[in-house]
C-alpha cells in the first residue's frame, strides 16, 4: 500500500517529500523553492529547484554535477528553525557528506534516512543512530541473501584478483558508481601492485574530494595520448556505464570485475560478462537494515525504495507499524547512475 496523509509531518507528495508546516521539500524529484538534500546521487539530487541545503562536504559534488545553483551549506547537527520546524542533518554512512535529516515539530520527531549503511569504510562520516517516532527507510537490499562481508576481506579478494591478473598481463577492469563507490574502492587497493587508471567521470569526482582536503591513492586519468600497452598488469576504475563500451575496448588482454551489492546474485555477473563479482555496496544488507530500525526506537516505519512491499509485510509482522512510500528514488543499480557527466 503506498503511504499517503495530508496531515502528517511529512508527506508523499508528486514532487517529493514535503514539509508543508516549513514548505521545504527533502530529496525531491520536480523542481521546488527548497530542496533540503541527503547526498549528491543523481536520484536524490535533482537540477532545477530554487535553493537547495546540503552537508558541507556534500556540497561541493553537488555543484560539480549540477553546475550554477543557488547551495547553502550546514554542517552535521546542527538545528535550524524554519517556521517552528527544527531541521538538523546527521551523518548516514552512505557516501561523503551523505545526511539523515532529523525533522522535528511539537515534540513529534520524524527521520528522513535517504540512502546510508552502517559499516564504517574509512571515508563516508560514519553512520549515526537518530531516535525518532517515524523513521523513513530505503530497502534496496531489504532481503536475508543479502549479507555483507567486512570490507576489509572484499579489498583482499580484489587486490588477489589485480594480482594474478597482473601476474598473467592482464588489465584488471573494475566499476563502481563514480561517485562513493570509486572511492572507496581506490583507498582499498593495494597500489604496490601496480598503477590506477581512471575513467574521466571518475576522475573528475576524485578532484573535487581531493579538493576537499581528502587523501586519495594517486591516480592516472585515462588519455589518448597512453599507449595501450601501458596498461596491462595495472588496474582501471570506471563507472558501470563503461561496460562493453567502445571505451573499454582499448584495454587488451582484459579481466573484468564489478563491485556492487548486486554480485550476490550470480545472473547478475554473468548478466554483465564479468570474470568476478565482488558484493559491495553503499547502502545496509538485510541484517544491518534490521539493526537500524531497531535501533532508532520509531514506531511507525516507511519504506521509500528497494524492496519495498516484501520488507513492509515483514515490519508489519514484527508488530510495527509500516508503510511503503512511491518514491523516484533508485538505490543501487548494476547499471549505475544515470548522468550525463557519466556516459563513456
Same mark, same amino acid.
Given at each position: 500500500m503506498d503511504y499517503k496523509s495530508s496531515n502528517e509531518l511529512l508527506q508523499f507528495t508528486p514532487k517529493g517529500i514535503w514539509c508543508k508546516q516549513a514548505d521545504v521539500y527533502i530529496d525531491p524529484w520536480k523542481p521546488v523553492k527548497k530542496a533540503l538534500i541527503t547526498h549528491g546521487h543523481a536520484d536524490h539530487s535533482r537540477y532545477g529547484h530554487a535553493a537547495y541545503l546540503a552537508t558541507e562536504t556534500a556540497a561541493p559534488v553537488i555543484k560539480y554535477r549540477l553546475g550554477d545553483i543557488n547551495i547553502d551549506t550546514i554542517p552535521?547537527?546542527?538545528?535550524?528553525?524554519?517556521?517552528?520546524?527544527?531541521?538538523?542533518?546527521?551523518?548516514? %554512512?552512505?557516501?561523503?557528506?551523505?545526511?539523515?535529516?532529523?525533522? *522535528?515539530?511539537?515534540?513529534? !520527531?520524524?527521520?528522513?534516512? %535517504?540512502?546510508?549503511?552502517?559499516?564504517?569504510?574509512?571515508?563516508? *562520516?560514519?553512520?549515526?543512530? !537518530?531516535?525518532?517516532?517515524?523513521?523513513?527507510?530505503?530497502?534496496?537490499?531489504g532481503l536475508p541473501v543479502f549479507n555483507w562481508?567486512?570490507?576489509t576481506e572484499i579489498f583482499a579478494d580484489i587486490n588477489e584478483w589485480w594480482r594474478n591478473n597482473a601476474a598473467a598481463g592482464k588489465v584488471s577492469f573494475i566499476t563502481g558508481y563514480s561517485l562513493g563507490k570509486a572511492q572507496r574502492i581506490?583507498?582499498?587497493?593495494?597500489?604496490?601492485i601496480g598503477k590506477v587508471y581512471t575513467h574521466g567521470a571518475v576522475e573528475n569526482i576524485n578532484e573535487v574530494v581531493r579538493n576537499q582536503g581528502i587523501k586519495l591513492p594517486e591516480t592516472i586519468r585515462v588519455t589518448k595520448e597512453i599507449s595501450p600497452k601501458d596498461y596491462p598488469t595495472n588496474l582501471v576504475l570506471a563507472p558501470p556505464g563503461a561496460l562493453n563500451s567502445a571505451w573499454m575496448k582499448k584495454f587488451k588482454p582484459i579481466s573484468i570485475g564489478i563491485a556492487s551489492g548486486?554480485?550476490?546474485?550470480?545472473?547478475?555477473?554473468?548478466?554483465?560478462?564479468?570474470?568476478?563479482?565482488?558484493?559491495?555496496?553503499?547502502?545496509?544488507?538485510?541484517?544491518?537494515?534490521?539493526?537500524?530500525?531497531?535501533e532508532?526506537?520509531?514506531?511507525r516505519v516507511i519504506v521509500t525504495h528497494g524492496y519495498t512491499s516484501i520488507y513492509t509485510q515483514y515490519l508489519q509482522e514484527k508488530g510495527l507499524m509500516a508503510q511503503a512510500a512511491e518514491t523516484e528514488f533508485t538505490g543501487e543499480s548494476i547499471d549505475g547512475e544515470v548522468d550525463k557527466k557519466e556516459i563513456a
Open positions: 552535521f547537527g546542527k538545528k535550524i528553525n524554519i517556521n517552528g520546524v527544527h531541521f538538523s542533518f546527521h551523518p548516514a %554512512g552512505h557516501i561523503l557528506g551523505s545526511a539523515q535529516i532529523r525533522v *522535528e515539530y511539537k515534540g513529534e !520527531i520524524w527521520v528522513a534516512s %535517504g540512502d546510508y549503511k552502517l559499516e564504517d569504510d574509512g571515508l563516508a *562520516e560514519p553512520f549515526e543512530s !537518530i531516535k525518532c517516532h517515524t523513521f523513513i527507510t530505503e530497502s534496496t537490499f562481508r567486512p570490507q581506490l583507498q582499498g587497493l593495494d597500489t604496490s548486486w554480485m550476490t546474485m550470480r545472473g547478475a555477473r554473468r548478466r554483465k560478462a564479468a570474470e568476478r563479482g565482488f558484493v559491495l555496496s553503499d547502502h545496509v544488507d538485510w541484517k544491518d537494515l534490521n539493526r537500524a530500525v531497531k532508532t526506537g520509531a514506531e
